[in-house]
């Protein structure tokens, strides 16, 4: 789950060492590969063990135009669950309004500890954005009350995976622990006033706000999640969720990260500043961009996934 594979609150896991600060070279998103891995290219779907691993791919990666906004997400599978044979356990999901004047998008992180973790992710993106698009639909409530309906949902959907997910997987992997995951979800409304941005994070991944202009990061989400023993995980208790709204500017791209890149990001702040600007004012495919995701730092071995959302047109000179 994260490079430390903290244990998550109310879940069972092995706590291990937080890794050295260390080595980073520089994302291979500037540098020519020989091979990029198998990338999929198609609607993220909920994945199960019993249609055997190659259900849940090792890259998967969108760009798009959703609405009144450009997206780009990519997700890889970790070294760590690559050498033990386990499987990509991030997850992310994305949706457009009809009229194209709103979208919401989400990333989750299943906790390594739990059974059927990738199915855990899965579910919780996915029901979150469909939650999120029926809000859009009517606004009966603020966001405030929303984004509480969100974890809810959210942990409705995760339990779901517990009584009906796929038993064999207990003993396949070993693990005993009830699937759990963390989550952040952005929904994007976009009017002659601007984008506004209501956001909801849980846990430890990650929701930021890199500007063009200036190259430099604001965290949406505070950072103390990703410092402790016990990072909270879906099923949760509402009270534990952070959420707020921002006017999203013309120069700023918004960043949602799962802690396998969320640490690097707080560590080496300039480097994936540069390569994620390069990313959105250029054109770049989906397959480039999941090579950002390439890096090596001592300890980072998570899995990693990361959306960027930004304007039309927004450019360097920005």
């Not at 998550?8 to 540098?31: E, H, L, N, S, Y």
């Not at 469909?130 to 809000?135: G, Q, T």
């Not at 799962?258 to 690097?264: L, N, S």
């Amino acid at each position: 789950m994260a490079a430390r594979q903290s244990r998550r609150a109310d879940q069972t896991g092995v706590p291990m060492k937080k890794p050295a600060r260390a080595w980073f070279r520089m994302p291979r998103i500037f540098r020519r590969r020989s091979e990029v891995p198998r990338v999929e290219i198609a609607a993220a779907t909920v994945p199960r063990l019993a249609a055997g691993q190659a259900a849940v791919p090792d890259v998967a990666a969108h760009r798009r135009r959703i609405g009144p906004v450009n997206v780009v997400v990519a997700s890889v599978i970790g070294q760590r669950h690559l050498l033990d044979g386990e499987l990509r356990e991030d997850g992310y999901a994305l949706a457009v309004s009809h009229d194209q004047t709103a979208c919401v998008v989400a990333v989750a992180d299943g906790v390594g500890s739990s059974v059927n973790a990738h199915e855990a992710a899965a579910v919780a993106s996915s029901t979150v954005v469909a939650s999120a698009m029926r809000w859009i639909a009517d606004r009966g409530t603020g966001w405030e009350d929303h984004s509480a309906r969100l974890v809810r949902d959210a942990s409705e959907a995760v339990r779901g995976v517990r009584d009906h997910g796929d038993r064999r997987a207990e003993t396949a992997s070993g693990k005993t622990a009830p699937p759990a995951s963390t989550l952040t979800v952005a929904v994007l409304m976009t009017s002659n006033e601007g984008t506004e941005v209501c956001w909801l994070a849980y846990g430890d991944s990650a929701a930021l706000v890199l500007s063009v202009r200036t190259r430099q990061w604001r965290w949406l989400s505070t950072r103390d999640e990703m410092r402790v023993a016990l990072t909270r995980a879906l099923p949760g208790e509402p009270s534990f969720r952070e959420h707020g709204t921002l006017r999203l500017g013309r120069d700023d791209v918004l960043v949602l990260a799962t802690d396998g890149v969320a640490e690097p990001i707080e560590h080496m702040p300039e480097p994936f500043a540069t390569a994620i600007i390069a990313a959105v004012t250029e054109e770049m495919s989906a397959a480039k961009f999941a090579t950002l995701l390439d890096f090596d730092m001592a300890g980072m071995v998570d899995d990693r996934t990361i959306l960027a959302i930004w304007h039309p047109g927004l450019s360097q000179a920005s």
